[in-house]
């Protein structure tokens, strides 16, 4: 089994842009907004891992039970 770093890139970039974004909108005085965007971040976040936590899940299925 391959270890795939992109995922972490991936969760790590979208961490830095909503970061970025959340302090921006903060400095604005839009608070709601800034939170509104790092729960989308945080969502965005989730989907990747729970879909490759499904695939890991399918993996190992078709290893304990060829």
């Known amino acids: 089994m391959l270890v795939d770093a992109t995922i972490l890139f991936q969760i790590a970039g979208i961490g830095i842009v909503t970061a970025l974004i959340h302090t921006i909108l903060k400095q604005m ?3 709601d907004i800034a939170q509104f965007v790092s729960l989308v971040g945080f969502i965005i976040v989730l989907y990747f891992v729970v879909n490759h936590l499904s695939q890991l899940f399918q993996q190992m ?5 060829m």
């Open 29 to 31: 005085g839009k608070e």
């Open 61 to 65: 299925k078709s290893i304990f039970f």
